[in-house]
């Protein structure tokens, strides 16, 4: 039923077993699905995958819940399964987002019996989306949506592939716009027009074990010497008795964890004063900054190996995440979309969990001196040129950004919205993670807004690996990176 190694998340692998039983008849309308605790027994999952499942099959009208009798498929669900308009989507294996999609699916079924949706997934690996996508579109036969990360939209917006959508809806795009946090609106309009339509909103930093720090007697670090004195304490045999764990810490460095590896380690450019861009616009590698921010972080990588997992130049960015869920490691670096993966790993369930057990905070920087910063990240919506469905597609996705609708995904998931009336919303004391960590976006800060982005940051993603992990000489490898670079890039 789950595959526990494969990066679509859990919940959503037990949802499809479920929705592709009745759609074979394997479970028909009356049947009784297993309990919650049953189904954790069988599987040897955690209760939150099976709860997330479970949840978003009742949201969608699949299946009801009976006091003290169970959890039941729907009269409809066979019929739900079958319906006369297909939209296609293409999206890699990381669908957090997939679940606001499908409940705004299930609202226009209800609300249109006459032109009912049926979504067709088709899912590939992160490495490989751009080709696939880039080749579907090539032989004509191009998905109706995609998710894109914030900094392809500019890539694929001047290529041509996907649909402005103020053509689509003029008045209603305007509104929409105006709402978005500022930096969100920037990242998802191109040459003055909103391409992307984004579903939440997220930010860089380290994620640290609240519970095990207030035993410990300390506090997330705010400064690099503080993070590397907590590394030294986290590795000492005594602190690892006490706590159980087995690494001090854990972030990607390679290539292996994609976008993730530059954009988590971006932060620390800038702290140290740096720019990937120069004043004209066109990348630079060659700064004193980034030399600083690069031996700083040799100091762990290289100097602090035998604190760290041996196989973490290998980590996807899900595995490091999934340590701290574990109790594996005490802090990693990563971003506040990863709180469903650290919740599958755990028997840790909402937010009041997570406020006992964790903490985010803004990366180290060089001193107290220097402003902390973030990176921003998070995934809109974009409509495909060749789609033959744009204008449903449009419909679709104006239910998916509903204030109640999106309240709930952000609110369940602990994400922080792209909206800022929403964002008002939920940084309450009602919801006190979320509290904490939309402030954060404040300091977001933009990864470079390039057309050739996605080709620039695999080339980036190679030149942190070598010199972080492979203990390449840091000048040589700098300068080689920047003269292919401007290669790609005509310079």
Same mark, same amino acid.
């Given at each position: ?258 976008? !993730? ?61 999934? &340590? ?77 950004? &509903?204030?109640?609708?999106?309240? !709930? ?30 402030? &954060? ?46 290669? &790609?890039?005509?310079?």
């Amino acid at each position: 039923m789950v595959d526990r190694n494969s990066p679509i998340p859990i919940y959503y692998q037990l949802k499809l077993h479920f929705k592709q039983q009745m759609k074979s008849g394997l479970l028909q309308p009356g049947d009784r699905l297993p309990t919650e605790m049953k189904l954790c027994e069988q599987l040897g999952i955690s209760r939150a995958p099976v709860r997330q499942a479970l949840t978003e099959l009742a949201r969608e009208g699949f299946i009801y819940r009976r006091s003290g009798q169970g959890t039941f498929v729907t009269p409809e669900s066979a019929a739900r399964l079958s319906q006369q308009i297909t939209i296609r989507i293409l999206t890699y294996y990381d669908v957090l987002w997939m679940a606001s999609l499908e409940q705004a699916i299930h609202h226009w079924n209800l609300s249109h019996p006459e032109q009912e949706v049926d979504l067709t997934v088709t899912m590939c690996p992160r490495p490989e989306f751009h080709q696939v996508l880039r080749r579907a579109v090539a032989q004509g036969e191009a998905p109706d949506m995609v998710p894109l990360d914030y900094v392809w939209v500019t890539n694929y917006a001047r290529a041509g592939y996907i649909v402005p959508l103020d053509t689509l809806d003029a008045s209603w795009t305007r509104a929409l716009r105006e709402d978005l946090e500022p930096v969100v609106a920037h990242h998802n309009t191109v040459d003055g027009k909103l391409y992307g339509l984004p579903t939440q909103a997220d930010v860089t930093g380290m994620w640290y074990r609240r519970d095990w720090f207030a035993k410990e007697g300390l506090t997330p670090p705010e400064t690099w010497e503080a993070w590397l004195a907590l590394l030294d304490h986290f590795s000492s045999p005594g602190t690892q008795q006490r706590l159980g764990h087995r690494y001090a810490g854990a972030f990607p460095v390679g290539a292996a964890a994609g976008e !993730a590896t530059l954009n988590l380690l971006l932060p620390f450019i800038w702290g140290a004063g740096g720019e990937l861009l120069d004043e004209k616009g066109r990348l630079t590698l060659d700064t004193p900054a980034l030399r600083r921010a690069l031996r700083f972080l040799q100091q762990i990588t290289l100097e602090r190996r035998a604190t760290l997992p041996p196989q973490m130049a290998s980590y996807r960015w899900w595995d490091v995440c999934r &340590l701290l869920g574990r109790g594996i490691t005490p802090m990693t670096l990563g971003g506040t979309y990863e709180w469903p993966r650290i919740r599958e790993e755990s028997e840790w369930t909402d937010e009041a969990d997570a406020m006992a057990h964790l903490g985010f905070v803004p990366v180290p920087r060089p001193s107290l001196d220097v402003p902390p910063v973030n990176s921003l990240g998070g995934t809109s919506w974009v409509i495909l040129q060749q789609s033959p469905a744009r204008e449903v597609c449009l419909e679709i996705l104006k239910l998916v950004v &509903l204030p109640e609708n999106l309240a !709930a995904f952000c609110g369940d998931g602990l994400q922080i919205s792209a909206y800022r009336s929403l964002n008002q919303q939920l940084a309450t004391p009602e919801h006190p993670w979320l509290e904490k960590v939309i402030p &954060l976006l404040s300091l977001a800060r933009s990864r470079p807004l390039l057309s050739d982005y996605p080709q620039v940051s695999r080339f980036l993603q190679k030149m942190l690996e070598q010199v972080l992990w492979a203990g390449a000489p840091l000048e040589e490898t700098l300068r080689q990176t920047a003269q292919a670079l401007a290669l &790609l890039l005509e310079y």
